[in-house]
T-cell receptor, first 114, second 117 residues
Framework: ETGVTQSPTHLIKTRGQQVTLRCSSQ?????VSWYQQALGQGPQFIFQ???????GRGNFPPRFSGLQFPNYSSELNVNALELDDSALYLC?????????????FGPGTRLLVL | AQKITQTQPGMFVQEKEAVTLDCTYD???????LFWYKQPSSGEMIFLIY??????QNATEGRYSLNFQKARKSANLVISASQLGDSAMYFC??????????????FGTGTQLKVEL
């Protein structure tokens, strides 16, 4: 096990609602990245946080936002949920280290939007 | 254009045999990292092996080895002595610098491996 935890494990929401997903990083790691994995696809990068600042963002609209806390844990917030937001959301923690940075993933949160 | 290509949607292998999962990549950055992850049906992405673009030797981690051919831009995963527990989805990924300066992983579409008795 990686030591990266995510909560909740499963979540059901309706279209238009808001959701918050949580991630605790592995001990010693200072960076958290979030990915969305739709069914049958590879994960897609949402954004990364380093020292409580957004350190990079993928091709996701502003209704996807995040936070990182002083203990390096993180939240992913999604506003105005759409049906296409149904996916597995993966959090990964790492120690920012250039080329050799290895991201270790948590078990994910499965979100279903009805 | 796809940056990571995995052309095998599904593979079968018999227990105790070796299997090779293909991955090709596209980048103009001279410094990059290549990763393989395993994703069982439970959903967690498990890190298997890493290869840096400047590494002279192919990476190995236990039963996993990475056949890195830089000129061909390929980074195939070799699993030796397959076990039933190896049945899972396998993803090849490349580390890239994101727009904010941090690192992001770009994943392929994955290969579903089934190990049979």
């Amino acid at each position: 096990e990686t030591g990266v935890t995510q909560s909740p494990t499963h979540l059901i929401k309706t279209r238009g609602q808001q959701v918050t997903l949580r991630c605790s990083s592995q001990s010693g790691h200072n960076t958290v990245s979030w990915y969305q994995q739709a069914l049958g696809q590879g994960p897609q990068f949402i954004f990364q946080y380093y020292r409580e600042e957004e350190n990079g963002r993928g091709n996701f609209p502003p209704r996807f936002s995040g936070l990182q806390f002083p203990n390096y844990s993180s939240e992913l917030n999604v506003n105005a949920l759409e049906l296409d937001d149904s996916a597995l959301y993966l959090c990964a923690s790492s120690l920012l280290a250039g080329v050799q940075e290895t991201q270790y993933f948590g078990p994910g949160t499965r979100l279903l939007v009805l | 254009a796809q940056k990571i290509t995995q052309t095998q949607p599904g593979m079968f292998v018999q227990e105790k045999e070796a299997v090779t999962l293909d991955c090709t990549y596209d980048t103009s950055d001279p410094s990059y990292g290549l990763f393989w992850y395993k994703q069982p049906s439970s959903g967690e992405m498990i890190f298997l092996i890493y290869q840096g673009s400047y590494d002279q030797q192919n990476a190995t981690e236990g039963r996993y080895s990475l056949n890195f051919q830089k000129a061909r831009k390929s980074a195939n995963l070799v699993i030796s002595a397959s076990q039933l527990g190896d049945s899972a989805m396998y993803f090849c990924a490349m580390r890239e610098v994101s727009t904010g300066g941090g690192n992001k992983l770009t994943f392929g579409t994955g290969t579903q491996l089934k190990v049979e008795l």
